[in-house]
């Protein structure tokens, strides 16, 4: 018996085809594409060396030789959000990855075993939601020292709750399912049963949290680096640039304006990408014209 999901496309053409008639994704993908584009190119060329201090430039406008203008220290700012791109994405991205390879496994693990099990990992999930995200990645950074790797950690953490609540529910969803009891009757234990069927058939869930936890995550390390906790100078961050640009508004309202529309477009493609995603998978969504 087949474990695909109702609904759910059987075939990539047919995926591909509803994937780009959803105008959410569209957008939401060629967003994210160019902001992903910007951070693998930052590891090879940017248009100027950030780690180089050119006083004689500093507070330039717009131009044609800096697009973005330059800061207080002379710094191309397009060159400081090319590679504060590619450290919100690694940061983001790590966090997710831990926060979904240890709170996926929990979640399917409670749902399976259920009883105390399952109520004792809800309990703590629980706890950790009573403090808010932010504020328990402060508290962690605050302890450890400030750096990207403490920030990768402390977001992660936060993760791992959410991809376990996110998990167990799309797993008891599943469970009580013919194709899921045939798998039982024919002698497959839980976690064969887990791997085989439940794992494939959530997989739409957890990319659609994927996607709004990354963009969480971007926005907690732009947070904590703006506080001083994430990214630690002379390597660029978007929220060190904001923290840099507060004085300078009425001055150079360009070195908030940039890293401020790059956290607003890279957060808004990510939401956008992952509604999308929701709305292939929806067997009751309707394609946007």
């Not at 979904?100 to 693990?109: A, D, F, K, T």
């Not at 995200?133 to 962690?140: E, G, Y």
């Not at 494939?200 to 963009?215: E, H």
């Amino acid at each position: 018996m087949s474990s695909m999901a109702p609904g759910t496309p059987s075939t990539l053409g047919a995926l591909a085809g509803r994937a780009f008639a959803n105008r959410s994704f569209v957008i939401g993908l060629f967003i994210t594409l160019v902001v992903a584009a910007l951070a693998l190119v930052s590891f090879f060329w940017t248009p100027f060396d950030v780690t180089r201090l050119i006083v004689a430039d500093r507070m330039q406008p717009p131009s044609s030789a800096h697009w973005f203008g330059t800061d207080h220290f002379g710094r191309d700012v397009l060159s400081m959000i090319m590679i504060g791109s590619r450290n919100s994405i690694a940061v983001a991205l790590v966090a997710v990855g831990i926060g979904m390879g240890i709170g996926v496994p929990l979640g399917c693990w409670a749902a399976a075993r259920g009883g105390w099990i399952d109520e004792a990992l809800m309990r703590f999930n629980d706890l950790i939601f009573a403090f808010p995200a932010l504020l328990s990645a402060i508290m962690i950074t605050a302890v450890f020292g400030p750096s990207a790797i403490n920030a990768i950690i402390a977001i992660g953490i936060f993760n791992i709750p959410v991809f376990a609540r996110v998990a167990r529910a799309g797993a008891l969803s599943i469970w009580p399912r013919e194709y899921i009891l045939a798998a039982r009757a024919a002698g497959k234990g839980k976690a064969r049963i887990t791997i085989e069927h439940i794992i494939p058939n959530i997989a739409n869930l957890l990319l659609v949290q994927g996607t709004i936890q990354f963009a969480l995550g971007i926005l907690a390390e732009a947070a904590l680096s703006y506080v001083g906790l994430g990214t630690q100078p002379p390597m660029p961050s978007w929220g060190r640039m904001l923290f840099d640009a507060q004085t300078l508004m009425m001055v150079a309202p360009w070195l908030a304006l940039f890293p401020g529309c790059a956290i607003l477009l890279t957060v808004l493609g990510l939401n956008l990408l992952g509604d999308g995603i929701s709305d292939i998978f929806d067997p009751r969504a309707r394609r946007r014209p």
